[in-house]
């Protein structure tokens, strides 16, 4: 599957129709991200499935100032509408393989209760 490019108006159908969504954050004038994106091309070719996104910073400042990027190349990563992965910074491809691995194996189900139990935590803080 080739990358698809996102924008204000396509980011939250690509996140709520897909079970796992990727996301680069990059931008044109980025070294680290024009050497990261052969990388994950390639990769996206080996996940049928699984969405490979991709998100101009520049053009699409409105998301990369949500979801506060930093620093670029970013990579997110949606499960099942939860963002689960959030890291700055080019990765090998093998390291890239191996987190895509993990998202797939991931028990949705406990990240679920776990974040109801954050939540319930910090709503009697108050």
């Given amino acids: 599957m080739a990358t698809v490019n996102l924008t204000k108006d396509t980011f939250e159908d690509t996140i709520v129709n897909n079970d796992i969504v ?15 994106a ?10 049928d499935g699984v969405v490979f996104a991709k998100v101009d910073t520049e053009a699409e ?3 990369a100032s949500y979801f506060q990027i930093r620093s670029i ?19 090998p491809e ?7 691995e993990q998202t797939k194996g991931l028990d949705m189900d406990a990240v679920r ?10 709503s009697n803080e108050g």
């Fill in 22 to 36: 990727l996301v680069d954050f990059w931008a044109d004038w980025c070294g680290p991200c024009k050497t990261f």
């Fill in 38 to 47: 052969p990388t994950y091309e390639k990769v996206s070719e080996n996940h």
């Fill in 61 to 63: 400042q409105e998301l």
């Fill in 73 to 91: 190349p970013t990579l997110m990563i949606f499960r099942d509408q939860i963002g689960i992965f959030s890291q700055p910074g080019a990765l």
């Fill in 94 to 100: 093998a390291a890239l393989e191996d987190l895509i």
């Fill in 113 to 122: 209760a776990e974040i109801a139990e954050h939540s319930a935590e910090h």
